[in-house]
């Protein structure tokens, strides 16, 4: 899926369960497919378990007889949705990511400066300020684990309402990850007016932008709800990928 | 003030406005005589601005003035409350902290190896890990600018409904800092059941540990309301506090 | 200077000095003319003071007349080779830099799988290892203070003979910043050969590579010698551009 | 052994290789005795494999009879020497530290304000600056992967000439790890004359500071060899420690 996700997109079907086969990319590409549907999504990794698929091909069969007799729970993923304006006007359809949108520099530009607003909760506009960088990262609770963890983003337990707004290796080095609510809108712009931006998306799709454009990202409506199984918690799968140690017991106080 | 904060404490006056007068750990000595009242809190810095104490010694007068007009936003804080547990009881009073609770090592101690939990919204309570290090920082999202930033955590702009879990230098280098839920409670306790733990208030307060102690935190009711004057923003304070740059203003598209 | 530094490179006069006038891109461009020469080169910066160009504009007359009458010293500056080679041939001329090579990404491509080795003492290789990631800095203690600081690396004093290794945004997070000695070489290689890499040569030249090439770094002989005004050492840059404190001074001890 | 390292000490023996049982602190711990003779030290970890003990407990009679017929590599590590100082005079014997010296707070005391200084090689002192922060690490590269690594430091190599000098939590953000010349010294003092500093020596042993003290830094002629397998390489020891992956092969160019 290459294009912007369309206001009515998916298929017309009733479905019960959307099981993906692949890592944590493919989990995305279908959430975006599932994200207008009210299908759940059980992701089957059929190499290393990821973040989001947590469920390995041997355990299919099990996996899917809990789903049947209802030993599971599912939790619900909001994604976030960004449109780029220029002029005061919006020059693109919207789009959706689960994980992160990140606006960064391409081709050879080595840096870029980036100016960034966020909204109020009463409806006024605040700059944050403007920093030299390879670029931002806008994030889901759901992306901290994703590239924001690699640009030393912190980790967000599912259920957080907020937004990451994390830098990729700013210049100055006070310049740090950032956690804002999530009903409230980021704004972010070049201020050296570079030819060379791209909007990312969930790391899948790309748009170029004009050094006058404005992404403005926002919570969406848009969600996915991830089956989850008992031994698939979010700390298990932390502990796992991450290599966190268990060790909690300690001898008895005798 | 070196005592738990009591039950009923603070005077039993009619109070319009608390202003303190002293750095950021002076507000935070008054926002406990304050927190069970419902006066709003002006921090007057005497020296350099912190990021509670947002008014200077030669602006008092114009902020009092403003104050009186009306001409300002109250900015509600939660603090966090915490009681040390032994063999299944309580056995301390509660602590509560505006900016953070820190478990760590002291005296010759080089190391510690702590064991977290937190709780969940469906009422269980979930292994999160174990990590030797330096300690833990536990925070309130005023606590990120303080001595979890220093740590490595993120800043949290108020108003997200959060807990801050910092690592104190971890030995593993997976391990990072972690943002729950404001509602879930977080239990930590030493797993290489260590002599020298001490427990410390904002800072300021500090409670030594038994080995088989844990400490549970939750957030309080207690509160605090700050008050904002219109150019004492939360951003125009980091902007300044960590030398960000404003400059987000770039030419016209001519 | 868009192109590869040439073996005889440099006009053929004899130079007392070399101002350059600018910043620290300017000085870096300057410092390739000069690296053939023997003469000293003086960074005047017009805008803000770099880490290269320690003189500001109103100062040009003064530190012109420190360096006439001697009052300056020589900080000699090594800078990096590196080479491109594809199937055991090299398929480029060398390129110098004073900061840093570059190994990244470019395009749209979200992250690279490099693969690091080392020569050792022996004459041996060791293999480093790979890591995903958006690319690697290999720097001079020069750079250390460019693009690697902003990566997470540390700040080199000169005079320390070594390499800085810097992952950029590494997927792993136990891949850090690592110091090789200056008389051992690295190699970098894309493991998942990807089709978009890119080595970037001191911010400013940029080669497209090969999935195949192998870029390979190691110290040159190639050096230029900065001046230093006495008001202009190291620390005192550091201080400047950092904004680290200086207070030094406490009471004595009556 | 917890008293400063004496002039003539260790057993007046012949030996021709000094084994230790346990893991990298034990191994520090003879390598305090072995420091003043000759003999190599052969480091057999018990439990997990660590950075200087890399031989396990299954392989010993391997290790010894590679020993026995010449299959290793001596690895030459040096120590640093510090001494403290009070109105100029020093106050303390030497210690001496293959790992690190660490200043820091201790009992209850939240930050410290230290100011450092470091030799030229022309003989003078130069003022770094000071931070606040929970304290310093002065580390060699041996101690790069110990303390100095989980408080943000980076990797060096074995061989690289220089000590690390690595703050703990900085209040700064702009504090970062400097990496200093090996043959320079460095000074470390309380600016605010804090009464709760200690000087601890390889996380072992401690000295309470007084607050006018000034600890002094230097390389020492002290030294160790430790006995390198050929599959004990520090790349394959820093893999194994830190998860780093190694997958360098690539599919052929056909």
Redesign the interface.
């Known amino acids: 899926m290459d294009e912007p996700v369309p206001d009515g997109f998916g298929p017309d079907h009733d479905l019960d369960l959307i099981v993906t086969l692949g890592g944590d990319g493919t989990l995305l590409r279908g959430a975006r497919q599932a994200a207008g549907l009210d299908a759940p999504v059980l992701g089957v990794n059929l190499g290393r378990l990821g973040f989001l698929t947590s469920v390995a091909e041997s355990e299919v069969e099990d996996a899917i007889a809990a789903v049947g007799s209802g030993r599971y729970?599912l939790e619900r993923r909001r994604c976030l949705e960004a449109s780029v304006w220029r002029?005061g006007e919006e020059v693109s359809d919207s789009w959706y990511a689960f994980n992160d949108f990140v606006i960064h520099k391409?081709?050879?530009a080595?840096?870029t400066?980036l100016?960034l607003?966020?909204g109020t909760?009463?409806g006024e506009r605040?700059?944050?300020?403007?920093?030299s960088?390879?670029g931002v990262i806008v994030a889901t609770?759901t992306g901290?684990t994703a590239?924001s963890?690699?640009?030393?983003?912190?980790?967000?337990?599912p259920?957080?309402?907020?937004i990451?707004v994390t830098p990729?290796?700013?210049?100055?080095?006070?310049?740090?990850?950032?956690?804002?609510?999530a009903d409230v809108d980021v704004r972010v712009?070049?201020?050296?007016?570079s030819e060379e931006l791209?909007l990312?998306v969930d790391?899948?799709e790309?748009q170029p932008l004009d050094?006058?454009d404005e992404v403005r990202v926002k919570r969406s409506d848009l969600a996915i709800s991830l089956v989850r199984l008992p031994e698939g918690?979010?700390?298990t799968t932390?502990?796992r990928k991450?290599?966190?140690?268990?060790?909690?017991?300690?001898?008895a106080?005798t």
Chains 1, 2, 3, 4 share one sequence.
């Open positions: 729970r002029d391409s081709g050879v080595r840096v400066r100016g607003s966020v909760r009463h605040e700059t944050v300020g403007s920093f960088g390879d609770p901290s590239y963890l690699s640009a030393g983003g912190p980790i967000v337990v259920g957080v309402q907020c990451l990729i290796c700013p210049h100055s080095l006070a310049v740090r990850p950032l956690i804002i609510p712009r070049s201020v050296d007016r791209v990312t790391g899948q790309v050094p006058d918690s979010f700390f932390l502990r991450l290599g966190w140690a268990l060790e909690m017991e300690r001898e106080t």
